[in-house]
């Protein structure tokens, strides 16, 4: 028998075990997939590097500088800023202390006023001061309250935040938490929006290889779990039954949810939050269409593409030679069958980008249906939900603190210390 058990390899599952590691207590993973990482994930497609979705790592995330090592990582990092499309036209907004020779462009950049520049150095000037307590302690309301209320106009709403914010929290409406909104703005002021130069999935596999590999257990779904007087069993699709002392269910919200009505008896209360899905487009190029490692966003409020960027830019190992990769992003999953979609993208594509988005060569597309737990207040009253569901059932996941991989790595580890605190 195990210590414990923990469903899932996600980073949440493989921070709690790198923790209970570190404490010298047995453990094992079961992963229902072929593969570590859940949804920090990469393809390789004809020599390309696809994450399955597109996503980066910001690199002040306190967790990840304390678990990860950023220099094996070799992070290639964004221009601290961003490109808008406004219909006819890109502008370019750079923060003005990395990019100091963009700083009048900047300021006089067609992007919101001289008053929204002025808010905005003064927001990160607060957010850079204030600590995580702090922010997790102001009064929590939607992201589009707080900025309004902060002074920013409709014009600096809908080109900047809207996309912007939109494309990280898979949330063009802005209901997400202000707490966090403040977090996430406050790692981007602190530090460097980054890709791993061999893609996503090294992050996870980095975290693996520091792990016994022998206790992790691949494509091995569990079905049911149960709990008696001497701890948990869980119950494999494959019918073979595991005990352990504490069981870490480390799966998204809605499977954890799924596992937890399987018990018989002692069925704790666990309700899962929606979630938001996003959807990205892949394409191969012979020529970037932009030349600049930045993220690009769709400032006119129309239109089905909220942000692109060029990896292969940044990261050149995410293309082959002489060719570039494209990721398209779209805030949801439209009701249309991929090829319409196809169709409508790249229509938009080449109204950005002009005749040559015709001959983008499309590689892949990822719907991914529970990308991000949903986070509208009160999400984040309190920031660190309850891990301990029964006497030995624990729950870890991005769904128990900040929907990111900071929030995931850093619930797996206070579920480990949880667990640890319970076996003694
Ligand atoms: C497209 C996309 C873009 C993102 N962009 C960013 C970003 O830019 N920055 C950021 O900080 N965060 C981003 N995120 C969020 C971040 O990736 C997640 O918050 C984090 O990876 C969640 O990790 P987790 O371990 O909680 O869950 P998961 O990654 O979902 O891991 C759960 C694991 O459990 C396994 N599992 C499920 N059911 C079973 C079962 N029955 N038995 C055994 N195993 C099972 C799954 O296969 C999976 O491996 C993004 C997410 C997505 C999808």
Redesign the pocket.
């Known amino acids: 028998m195990h210590d414990t058990i923990i469903?899932?390899?996600?980073?949440?599952?493989l921070s709690a075990a790198l923790e209970l590691s570190k404490r010298n207590q047995s453990w094992q993973i079961?992963?229902?997939?072929d593969r570590?990482?859940?949804?920090?994930a990469t393809d390789e497609v004809d020599g390309f590097l696809l994450d399955?979705?597109?996503?980066?790592?910001?690199d002040a995330?306190p967790e990840a500088r304390h678990i990860l090592d950023y220099g094996d990582l070799n992070l290639r990092p964004f221009h601290a800023g961003a490109k808008i499309w406004l219909g006819n036209t890109f502008a370019t907004v750079s923060n003005p202390l990395e990019h100091p020779q963009h700083a009048l462009s900047t300021l006089f950049a067609p992007i919101g006023s001289f008053s929204d520049k002025f808010a905005m150095l003064t927001l990160r000037s607060m957010l850079e001061r204030s600590s995580l307590d702090d922010i997790f302690e102001r009064r929590e309301r939607t992201t589009s309250e707080y900025l309004r209320a902060f002074g920013f106009s409709e014009r600096m709403m809908e080109r900047f935040f809207t996309p912007f914010l939109g494309g990280?929290f898979f949330d063009s409406k802005l209901d997400t938490s202000s707490r966090m909104f403040e977090f996430v703005f406050k790692m981007f002021a602190s530090g460097k929006a980054t890709l791993p130069a061999a893609g996503m999935a090294r992050i996870p596999r980095q975290m693996a290889l520091r792990l016994d590999s022998s206790r992790i257990r691949l494509q091995?779904?569990?079905?049911s779990l149960e709990e008696d007087a001497e701890g948990a069993i869980v119950r494999l699709a494959s019918g073979e039954a595991l005990r352990a002392k504490a069981v870490i269910v480390?799966?998204?919200a809605q499977?954890a949810s799924h596992?937890i009505a399987t018990m018989p008896a002692n069925r704790p209360a666990f309700v899962a939050p929606k979630s938001r899905s996003?959807t990205?487009l892949y394409f191969a190029a012979a020529e970037a269409p932009l030349s600049e490692p930045i993220l690009v966003l769709n400032g006119t409020g129309r239109g089905l593409v909220n942000n692109i960027c060029v990896p292969s830019n940044l990261a050149p190992l995410y293309a082959p030679d002489e060719q570039a990769l494209i990721s398209v992003s779209i805030i949801g999953s439209p009701q249309t069958d991929d090829e319409t979609l196809l169709t409508a993208v790249r229509k938009e594509m080449t109204a950005w980008f002009g005749a040559e988005a015709h001959n983008w060569r499309h590689l892949r597309t990822?719907r991914?249906e529970?990308?991000?737990p949903d986070q509208t207040p009160p999400a984040l009253t309190p920031p660190e939900r309850p891990v301990r569901l029964t006497e030995s059932i624990f729950v870890?996941?991005?769904?128990r603190d900040t929907?990111?991989?900071?929030?995931?790595m850093v619930?797996?580890r206070r579920t480990a210390e949880a667990v640890a605190a319970f076996l003694g």
Do not use: K, W
Not at 30 to 33: F, Q, V
Not at 52 to 58: E, K, N, T
Not at 220 to 223: G, H, Q, R, S
């Open positions: 469903i899932g390899a996600g980073l949440a599952g079961l992963e229902a997939s570590v990482g859940g949804r920090v399955r979705g597109f996503q980066i790592l910001l995330y990280v091995t779904p569990v079905a480390a799966t998204n499977t596992l996003t990205c990822y991914v529970h990308a991000l870890a996941g991005d769904h929907a990111s991989i900071q929030g995931a619930s797996g």
